[in-house]
């Protein structure tokens, strides 16, 4: 007899942030970013160099790096020999744990991928490219084909996730910090659906059962961080997403988020991931724009 799929416990892992790009980079070119999604990128041809505070990476020709979320990066493009170019592409992927915490925080990442591994996170790689180009955004198609559309690409977002954690292994907290992720997920909830209004300790205290120290204590032990700067690069993460996947100005990304001014808002955003908000906005569009097909 079949059986009942419909008593399915909600999965706690959701999709955040997908987005593919891909392009050529001029010999030599230095590029320093840090950003608040998972990369994957695939030295298509040519190669790349990667130093962070993890250590050094290269991949070239058809093989790819891997680094975590929130990693200040220097990432070098080299042609190869005799080309003035280097062709790539790249995937920014962020997955949560009950929307409150980036998934794989909690495993150590391979940081590079061989060919085949590279072959494979480029076909998927590529099929979220040739999506965006038949497709473009959802808000240009009919409901029938944008629910479709959204089942194609959260498909891909999957798979992708799949083929991460094959060779990732789990933190040695793995456990730990599920069961304190679990413990924290009403409040952690509540946060995430007051972002945009001001927040303080007094108000999160008022939706649990702990005491000031208690809190501050779990939240060391879960995220390392203070409740408050936990809700400050909470919406950092959140602005950066809005920035490079809607068409608010700055400011509205600003007030959406909960920051108090726009002054504010992009001091510690700055602070945090080396751009002002302006500049993270012209260079999406800049790969958008050389992702499109001729």
């Given amino acids: 007899m079949a059986g009942n799929w419909g008593d ?36 298509v041809e040519g190669t790349y160099t990667v130093q962070s505070p993890l250590g050094r990476v290269t991949a070239s020709d058809g093989e790819v790096f891997i680094m975590p979320a929130g990693i200040p990066l220097e990432i070098g493009h080299y042609a190869r ?14 997955y949560s744990y009950w929307g ?25 790689i590529q099929q979220l490219l040739d999506h965006k180009a ?9 409901q029938a084909a944008s629910i479709a559309s ?3 690409v959260n498909e891909l977002a999957y798979r992708v996730l799949g083929m991460l954690l094959e060779d990732a292994r789990p933190s040695d907290s793995f456990h730990a910090r599920i069961a304190q992720l679990d413990e924290l ?6 946060i995430h ?40 690069q909470t919406r950092l993460t959140e602005a950066y997403r809005k920035l490079c996947t809607t068409t608010l100005s700055v400011a509205e990304v600003a007030e959406s988020c909960g920051f108090p001014s726009l002054y504010h808002f992009s001091r510690v955003f700055k602070a945090r991931f080396g751009q002002p908000p302006t500049l993270v906005r012209r260079d999406n569009r800049m790969w958008e724009a050389a992702s499109q097909p001729d």
């Fill in 185 to 190: 997920k009403p409040l952690l909830g509540y």
């Fill in 193 to 232: 659906s007051h972002l945009h209004e001001p927040l303080d300790i007094a108000q999160l205290l008022a939706q649990c059962h702990y005491s000031r120290s208690a809190l501050f204590t779990l939240f060391q032990r879960t995220f390392r961080q203070t409740p408050m700067h936990y809700i400050q």
């Fill in 134 to 142: 038949r497709h473009g955004t959802d808000e240009a198609m009919t």
């Fill in 100 to 124: 409150a915490s980036d998934l794989l925080d909690l495993y150590e990442l391979p940081l590079r991928g061989d060919a085949v591994a590279g072959g494979r996170f480029g076909a998927a």
């Fill in 8 to 43: 399915l416990p909600d999965s706690p892992i959701r999709l955040e942030h997908l987005d593919a790009g891909s392009g050529e980079a001029e010999d030599g070119w230095i590029h320093c970013k840090t950003v608040p999604f998972c990369i994957i990128a695939q030295a």
């Fill in 81 to 94: 020999k005799g080309s003035a170019t280097m062709k790539l592409r790249f995937l920014h992927c962020r």
């Fill in 150 to 152: 959204w089942a194609y």
